[in-house]
C-alpha cells in the first residue's frame, strides 16, 4: 500500500474523480458510515447529510481525510478503527470514501424552510423546549443540550425527536453510538415514606441510583431503602403531536437549532 500519512497532508486525493474508487467507497461508506450517515450520505438519525457540499467541519479532500481519520472529538463521529469495525481503513480506503462522497454532493444550498425567529420564540415560549433542553446557555437541564443538534443530527430527525420523543431511547444505543454521555431513562421510585418521585436517571450503579425530576432537583437514593424502583426507556419528553405543535410551528422551531448550530 502506498498511500500513507503523506496523503492526509496533501490536498491531494489521489483517486478524485476516479468512478472505481467511487465505487469502492461507496461500499465501505455502507460499512462504516451509513449507520450514522444514512444510506446514500443523506444522513441518518445520529449523523449530519453529508451530500450538502457546504459542510461544518471539512472544505477540502485533506479536511475530510483529516476529519474521517481523528474523528470529531467532543462529538459521536468517531475516529477511524474506533467505532468496533477493526483495526478500522487503510488510506487508500479513506480517499475512496471521500471520492464517493464528492459524487454524490448536491451544489445547491438546502432552501431554508421555516422561520428562526418564530422558532425561538416558540423554543421559550409556548412550546416549552426550554423547560428541559439548554441552548447556548439558556433553558433547563432535564434534557439533552441542543445548541449543536441542528448541525449533528439531520431536520428528519430532529422532527422524528420531537413527534416520537421515545424512539430513539428505545434503541438502547451502544456505547460507541450514544450521542450523549448521558441516557436520560426514565426512573420512577417511592420512597419509604410514600414519596413518588419520577425523573430521568443521572447515575446508576448496583445500590444506588442519582435521579433529576422535572424542577431539576436531585436525588441520591439507597434502592434498597425504596418501596419501588421502575426504569423504562419511555421518555420524559412529551410527544408533541400536531394538535400540540403544527408542522409549520415545529420547522420554525427546526429552523431555530439548525439556525444556531450554524453560528
Ligand atoms: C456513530 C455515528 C457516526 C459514524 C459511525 C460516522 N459519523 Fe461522521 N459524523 C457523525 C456526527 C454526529 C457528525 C457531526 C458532528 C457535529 O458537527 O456535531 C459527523 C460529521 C462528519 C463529517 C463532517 C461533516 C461536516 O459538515 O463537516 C464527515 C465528513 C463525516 N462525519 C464522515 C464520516 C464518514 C466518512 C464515516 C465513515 C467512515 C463516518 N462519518 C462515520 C456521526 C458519525
Ligand atoms: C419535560 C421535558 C422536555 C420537554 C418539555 C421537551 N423535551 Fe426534548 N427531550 C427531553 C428528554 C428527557 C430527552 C432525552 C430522551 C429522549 O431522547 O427522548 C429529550 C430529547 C430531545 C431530542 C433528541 C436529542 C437530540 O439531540 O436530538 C430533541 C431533538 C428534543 N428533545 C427536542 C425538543 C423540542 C424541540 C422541544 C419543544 C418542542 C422539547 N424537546 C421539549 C425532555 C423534554
Not at 476516479?18 to 449523523?47: Q, S, T, V, W
Request: charged fraction near 25%; glycine fraction near 10%.
Amino acid at each position: 500500500m502506498a498511500a500513507t500519512a503523506t496523503c492526509a497532508a496533501d490536498d491531494h486525493n489521489p483517486y478524485a474523480a476516479d468512478p472505481k474508487a467511487g465505487k469502492a467507497g461507496e461500499y465501505e461508506f455502507r460499512i462504516n458510515c451509513a449507520l450514522c450517515h444514512g444510506l446514500g450520505a443523506h444522513g441518518g438519525g445520529r449523523g449530519p447529510d453529508l451530500t450538502q457540499a457546504q459542510k461544518k467541519h471539512a472544505h477540502s479532500d485533506a479536511e475530510l481525510f483529516q476529519v474521517i481519520s481523528n474523528g470529531i472529538p467532543g462529538t459521536v463521529m468517531p475516529a477511524n478503527g474506533t467505532n468496533g469495525q477493526g483495526v478500522g481503513m487503510t488510506d487508500e480506503e479513506i480517499w475512496q470514501i471521500i471520492t464517493y462522497i464528492r459524487s454524490v454532493e448536491v451544489k445547491a444550498p438546502a432552501k431554508p424552510a421555516g422561520s428562526a425567529a418564530h422558532g425561538k420564540e416558540l423554543f421559550y415560549g409556548d412550546a416549552n423546549c426550554s423547560l428541559c433542553h439548554m441552548v447556548e446557555g439558556r433553558g433547563g437541564r432535564l434534557g439533552p443540550e441542543l445548541t449543536g443538534v441542528g448541525g449533528s443530527r439531520t431536520r428528519e430527525a430532529i422532527i422524528d425527536s420531537v413527534r416520537n420523543p421515545s424512539r430513539r431511547l428505545a434503541w438502547g444505543l451502544t456505547e460507541a453510538t450514544k450521542e450523549f454521555p448521558q441516557e436520560y431513562e426514565t426512573v420512577a421510585v417511592v420512597t419509604a415514606d410514600g414519596k413518588e418521585i419520577k425523573g430521568v436517571a443521572l447515575n446508576e450503579d448496583n445500590f444506588s441510583v442519582q435521579m433529576m425530576d422535572a424542577s431539576e432537583q436531585i436525588f441520591l437514593l439507597e434502592k434498597d431503602e425504596l418501596r419501588s424502583f421502575k426504569k423504562t426507556r419511555e421518555s420524559m419528553m412529551p410527544t408533541y403531536n400536531a394538535d400540540l405543535l403544527s408542522d409549520k410551528d415545529l420547522e420554525d422551531v427546526v429552523a431555530y437549532l439548525v439556525s444556531v448550530a450554524a453560528k
